[in-house]
């Protein structure tokens, strides 16, 4: 019997050295087991490589950025929607999830499904509050401050050993070892992504990463554990291993089943050398290295999609320990005339 | 010492700590120590069997199994408070 067919739209397409995961997102539900996909893309620029490929992507549509506004996106949603029907939305990058929450009810009303974190869940694990959150929930977090302002730096600054992590509000993090460097990428996060800027304290050890999926009643649908092995200058991983850690899923069901996490997730952890974990950030999405997660037998945008139709899913309970992803880049070639095509009409 | 109950090892000496994914290879000496440990057997047993298979003294042996077995720990292969 054929599947049924499910059309989802999914953002993210972008697959520079710091990539979005819709990629990974659309390998995974052209992989699903119950149900088949039509994909529309969701693209803010004409050069996110996977608006070409056609193999995993049906249409794509760009759409206008966050800072546009909700009404427009709301518009344009409205247009791409009397075209194909769509029946849910996957969104990927951080800085629209606010946006695509808010305009949830709306979305609904035309049928489209969304599985997201509530705005209160979004907001309370926001790396600005961060501290507030492991408080709250037992879970050990490093010593951060928020900053609005340039005076601020220095007014907080001797409460700080080096060295510092500093990070943007959405994106990008660099480690200061003297207050000039501090300052310095201060100025050049502030300037990228704008007020306010977090200073982290830099805790010494390896990074842990967890992915997984709550069904927003405090139940962990999904959960696989991986260690980067190869991370780039940019901070991003090329490449990771599943881990067998019951310390970190017992982590994370702690995680789920305190906030009732609802959607995917990527919780990112480092281990002192006491072998304790601190919650470094939850980025409330799931992460563009997901495949291993699919490949380790944790089919995360599956789960996503059947919870997000209101079907039953029963939690994943096992993966492959010691599965590996390598990522890749790969030049594709196209004809300027579908660039052209995209970039005027804006769907292709 | 006591091996960690996770710790895979080979027969080609290839140990992978699913805990924390790192990968180490060891000679046929290393896979025979870590095979005893996994016995449960205690240090001068294994410098024992040890000198009665290679032309070594036991006091080298016995130094060296402390040696790695500090190595092991470092990589969490046996047991911190083992």
Do not use: C
Request: proline share 5%.
């Amino acid at each position: 019997m054929p599947k049924k067919i499910i059309t989802i739209a999914v953002s993210g397409l972008n697959n520079v050295d710091s990539p979005g995961p819709g990629v990974s997102v659309i390998r995974g539900l052209r992989e699903a087991e119950s149900f088949d996909v039509k994909i529309i893309g969701l693209s803010y620029e004409n050069l996110e490589p996977a608006i070409y490929m056609h193999d995993l992507i049906d249409k794509t549509y760009q759409i206008p950025y966050p800072q546009s506004g909700t009404e427009k996106l709301l518009e344009r949603l409205k247009y791409i929607n009397e075209k194909e029907n769509l029946q849910i939305i996957i969104p990927n990058f951080d800085s629209e999830l606010y946006s695509f929450m808010k305009l949830e009810p709306s979305l609904n009303k035309f049928g489209i499904k969304l599985f997201l974190p509530t705005y209160e869940q979004f907001e309370e694990r926001h790396k600005m509050n961060l501290p507030k959150f492991g408080k709250k929930y037992g879970i050990k977090t490093p010593k951060s401050e928020v900053l609005n302002s340039f005076s601020d730096f220095y007014k907080i600054m001797d409460d700080f050993e080096y060295p510092i992590l500093i990070k943007g509000k959405w994106y990008d993090a660099y480690v200061a070892y003297t207050v000039e460097q501090a300052s310095n990428y201060y100025n050049k996060i502030s300037a990228k992504w704008g007020l306010p800027v977090i200073v982290q304290q830099f805790v010494n050890g390896t990074e842990y990463n967890v992915t997984g999926l709550g069904d927003g009643k405090g139940n962990t649908i999904s959960a696989v554990p991986i260690r980067k092995l190869f991370i780039t200058d940019k901070g991003k991983g090329w490449a990771g291993i599943s881990l067998e850690e019951p310390r970190l899923i017992e982590l994370t069901n702690k995680f789920i089943s305190q906030t009732k996490w609802r959607g995917g997730f990527e919780l990112e952890l480092i281990k002192d050398k006491e072998n304790d974990y601190y919650m470094i950030e939850i980025n409330p999405r799931i992460p563009a290295w997901v495949y291993l997660a699919i490949g380790a037998g944790q089919n995360i945008p599956e789960a996503l999609v059947n919870l997000a139709l209101g079907n039953k899913v029963s939690p994943y309970k096992n993966y492959k320990v010691g599965k590996i992803f390598i990522r890749y880049s790969m030049d594709m070639i196209i004809d300027k005339e579908e660039f052209e095509m995209f970039s005027i009409n804006g769907e292709s | 010492m006591k091996i960690n109950k996770n710790i895979a090892i080979n027969e080609k000496g290839l140990l992978f700590n699913p805990s924390t994914g790192e990968s180490f290879t060891v000679n046929q000496i290393g896979i025979l120590i870590i095979k005893l440990l996994r016995e449960e057997k205690p240090i001068s047993k294994i410098s024992e069997l040890i000198t009665e298979e290679y032309e070594v003294d036991d006091i080298t042996v016995e130094k060296d199994i402390l040696d790695f077995g500090y190595l092991l720990r470092n990589h969490n292969i046996i047991e911190k408070d083992a």
